[in-house]
């Protein structure tokens, strides 16, 4: 049974600082493509990085210079750290893995991330 399971969401101020953790089971973690998505209230999902199995990260425009995302394939856990963060920043937070055979993603149920002061 696959599960990925997210941790880290919460409220924080104008320019402070997250850690998103995603925990994985099920997958052979460190074949797969890992990464963010996010969805604010009534808009819809945005992509916000992912990181391939040879550990290249690539980042949305939105979030480029604030966000960084890493894998630890020993402990099957993709990490987004967000800093500088800004009330648009504010959303459910997905995380997501890809099949490398398939292109199938598997999905968490989401972790919320509240930017205000």
């Known amino acids: 049974q696959v599960q990925l399971v997210e941790s880290g969401g919460g409220l924080v101020q104008p320019g402070g600082s997250l850690r998103l953790s995603c925990a994985t089971s099920?997958?052979?973690?460190?074949?797969?493509?890992v990464g963010w998505y996010r969805q604010a209230p009534g808009k819809q999902r945005d992509w916000v990085a992912m990181?391939?199995?040879?550990?290249?990260?690539v980042y949305g425009d939105s979030v480029k210079g604030r966000f960084t995302i890493a894998r630890d394939n020993a402990k099957e856990i993709v990490y987004l750290q967000m800093n500088s963060l800004k009330p648009e920043d504010t959303a459910v937070y997905y995380c997501?893995?890809?099949?490398?055979?398939?292109?199938?993603?598997?999905w968490g149920q989401g972790t919320q991330v509240t930017v205000s002061s």
């Open positions: 099920g997958i052979n973690f460190s074949i797969y493509t």
């Open positions: 997501y893995a890809r099949s490398p055979v398939s292109q199938y993603d598997y």
């Open positions: 990181v391939t199995a040879s550990g290249v990260a």
